[in-house]
């Protein structure tokens, strides 16, 4: 279902950075129908005539409940063959996975990635690539170990695009948290240089009311602004910690196993399941942030990436935990 056409514009690099055709609560209740497609709703929302000049914006309500509603999606992940454990691993498969991404709204983002491998940097390789298409409610396991280049190469059928280029492109948001590594392994291996990327553990940072001196990681977040349920919560922890043990090495684990195919089950739901979760932390966020700090994620997910593709990026260290320079003190 298409959504609203409304007057926001984008950032050099997609972060949203016009107006929203509303403040105030009405903000809050149009994010929410926007995530749940609620038609009607959006009808209703549709007939309120704004005069986007006479508008605040100021964006910093607070409202700690945004998300809330969002349910935790079935998972649905691409293709149903058990003997590729529910991977996109065909030419032609991502070729219609291509075709699926063209042309998703980008207000909100409809695409959220996430990325798993061995030793993903420039010094490891990248198994799968998740992504999250929210106005679908699915998501989609891409098997970079199988596919290889061919995942980023694969021309859709109808417009000649390939993932390479929605990558790439200034105008499509694409959502992650923390693109350092991701985006180290996306460039040393596939050449792929990575545009129009909100960072969404930068919004996290940029919206905090305490220290801003370090950064927090996507468990840590998830906990406290996801709005889980306790059975979501539950369900989540269960999920997380089965996967754990199966690829950390620390508990006895390899990080192979996401090279095994068919794909073990657990490892594919702990794939499914937090890239799931990344739109309610967006929402979550997004409806935080001021018009200031906005462009200051803007630019230092920009930043991020271009730190990432320098010969020297070392993904490793107490220095990936520190606020971008200048932001503890703001």
């Not at 007057?7 to 403040?23: H, K, Q, R, S």
């Not at 991404?101 to 959220?112: A, K, R, V």
């Not at 309610?280 to 935080?288: E, G």
Request: proline content about 6%; some cysteine.
């Amino acid at each position: 279902m298409p959504l609203m056409n409304i007057p926001a514009g984008l950032c050099d690099n997609g972060l949203i950075t016009g107006v929203m055709p509303f403040t105030g609560d009405l903000r809050h209740v149009y994010l929410r129908a926007l995530f749940s497609q609620d038609l009607p709703a959006l009808t209703t929302l549709r007939s309120i005539h704004y005069t986007p000049g006479n508008m605040s914006t100021s964006t910093s309500i607070q409202n700690p409940n945004i998300g809330a509603n969002l349910p935790i999606p079935t998972e649905n992940t691409g293709t149903h063959n058990p003997d590729s454990g529910g991977l996109i691993d065909t030419a032609t498969a991502m070729s219609a996975l291509v075709d699926i991404l063209n042309g998703q709204p980008i207000t909100p983002p409809s695409l959220y990635i996430d990325l798993e491998g061995v030793n993903l940097s420039r010094h490891g390789t990248i198994s799968i690539l998740q992504i999250y298409v929210l106005p679908l409610r699915r998501a989609y396991l891409i098997d970079i170990h199988i596919l290889g280049e061919k995942a980023f190469s694969t021309l859709s059928s109808t417009t000649g695009r390939t993932f390479k280029d929605i990558l790439e492109s200034e105008t499509i948001p694409k959502v992650f948290f923390d693109v350092r590594n991701d985006s180290d392994a996306l460039f040393s291996h596939f050449q792929i240089r990575l545009a129009g990327v909100q960072d969404l553990q930068l919004m996290e940072l940029a919206t905090r009311t305490f220290s801003r001196r370090v950064v927090c990681g996507l468990a840590r977040c998830i906990e406290h602004d996801a709005s889980l349920s306790a059975s979501e919560r539950s369900s989540w922890m269960a999920t997380k910690e089965r996967g754990t043990r199966l690829f950390a090495p620390e508990r006895g684990g390899s990080y192979q196993v996401f090279n095994e195919r068919p794909l073990n089950e657990e490892i594919r739901r702990y794939c499914v399941q937090d890239v799931h979760l990344l739109p309610r932390l967006w929402a979550h966020y997004y409806s935080k942030l001021t018009k200031a700090w906005e462009r200051r994620v803007c630019e230092a997910s920009r930043d991020r990436v271009a730190l990432s593709q320098t010969p020297g990026f070392n993904g490793k260290g107490r220095h990936m935990a520190l606020a971008p320079a200048g932001w503890s003190w703001l």
